[in-house]
């Protein structure tokens, strides 16, 4: 359990999660593709953005929330779909779904999440949205999207930027597979961290494997152990386009996210295939390298889109102050990945609810800095770009 003097930030609980965990996980949740530069950027992006503080503003009374799609929420952070949550902690996605609720923010799910659709559901009182790939088999697609339908989903964000695998060199390297199965030279680093390898142990043995929820390799006619990058390339359908949001319109009535939105030439056709909301992200640098970080694109996103759709941001958010200066940019919400990964690795839900703390009591001592009491209070006015 992580004592709460030594831990002061999301960097803090990146430290604990890399003692806690073994190296191809870590890996796993930290890596990216090829060289790494897109994720680089995302997080230098942020340091281009200066902040500029207003004074003698009063900021006595201050207030963090929002709405996003209509739902009153504690503040603008969103919990990202991340797969294969238990990979950082047995109870993965329910225990991210318990601090979402606890914490008042929504939480998004993944396709490929550890624990099905169904019992996140049951374990979370919260605000949930459902990830969505389209699949080559359009049946199996339905039929999750029905399944999240029945299960109270209240939106659905069709992620668009994998249209076939990356190539993640560290989980290449590690020889990373669905389920892992580790190597003869990993076998000391999982002995180094035994407290993991156990807890991980004692779930397959009550009966919940490591793997993917909501189907078996089985109803997708899989082997039952293949690589990431396999997964992807035989279930994912590269041929989709916008067309395919007019289908998913068809047989969803709910609030419609695209995520992977990086320009503003999608970010308008995404509105006209009838989008309520874009998310701009580049996968946290996970799909095409060499592509700008998220920030950077979101004010001409922002310019393009007018207020016809709100606007979600993710990439190398670290800090409450990133949150703040996407806000002022123009986004409404920011979502967070890796950061709850680590608050989940290090102390489960408790761990996963002390990120979102962080980040909340940091976005607010920026505002009141800044004299922006308000999330309303932000604009572009608030920040200055800095070219470099």
């Not at 999982?190 to 009550?206: M, N, P, R, V």
Request: hydrophobic share 45%; aromatic share 6%; charged share 20%.
């Amino acid at each position: 359990m992580a004592k709460s003097g030594r831990i002061h930030n999301v960097e803090d609980y990146r430290g604990l999660a890399h003692k806690r965990l073994p190296r191809a996980v870590m890996d796993f949740i930290e890596g990216g593709a090829e060289d790494e530069i897109t994720i680089s950027r995302n997080k230098k992006g942020f340091e281009n953005i200066h902040i500029i503080p207003r004074i003698l503003t009063d900021v006595s009374v201050r207030d963090i929330s929002t709405t996003i799609l209509g739902t009153p929420v504690s503040s603008p952070i969103v919990l990202c779909p991340v797969g294969l949550a238990t990979l950082a902690h047995p109870l993965g996605e329910v225990a991210a779904g318990i601090a979402a609720a606890n914490k008042g923010i929504i939480s998004t799910y993944s396709s490929s999440s550890s624990w099905n659709l169904e019992d996140i559901a049951a374990a979370s009182s919260g605000v949930k949205w459902f990830q969505l790939y389209i699949w080559k088999d359009r049946k199996l697609t339905a039929e999750i999207i029905e399944r999240a339908r029945k299960s109270g989903y209240q939106a659905l964000v069709l992620t668009v930027d994998v249209p076939i695998s990356a190539r993640r060199e560290r989980d290449l390297r590690n020889g990373f597979t669905i389920p892992p199965r580790p190597r003869v030279n990993q076998i000391g680093d999982l002995l180094q961290h035994f407290g993991w390898f156990y807890a991980q142990l004692k779930s397959e043995i009550t009966g919940h494997k490591m793997s993917m929820g909501n189907f078996t390799p089985e109803n997708v006619g899989m082997r039952t152990r293949l690589k990431m990058l396999e997964v992807v390339n035989e279930l994912f359908d590269p041929s989709i386009t916008w067309s395919d949001v007019a289908w998913l319109k068809s047989i969803w009535d709910g609030p419609i996210v695209i995520k992977g939105v990086m320009t503003p030439e999608d970010a308008k056709l995404a509105i006209k295939a009838g989008a309520d909301a874009i998310w701009i992200s580049n996968h946290g640098g996970r799909q095409l390298d060499g592509v700008s970080g998220t920030i950077e694109v979101l004010p001409e996103i922002a310019n393009a889109v007018k207020g016809k759709a709100e606007i979600y941001l993710d990439g190398g958010v670290r800090r409450g102050s990133d949150i703040v200066k996407a806000i002022a940019l123009g986004a409404n919400a920011c979502m967070i990945g890796r950061p709850y990964m680590y608050g989940l690795a290090a102390n489960g839900a408790a761990g996963v609810e002390s990120i979102i703390s962080i980040l909340e009591i940091e976005m607010d001592a920026t505002m009141a800095l800044m004299g922006r009491p308000t999330i309303a209070s932000l604009d572009s006015s608030s920040v200055r770009i800095n070219m470099k």
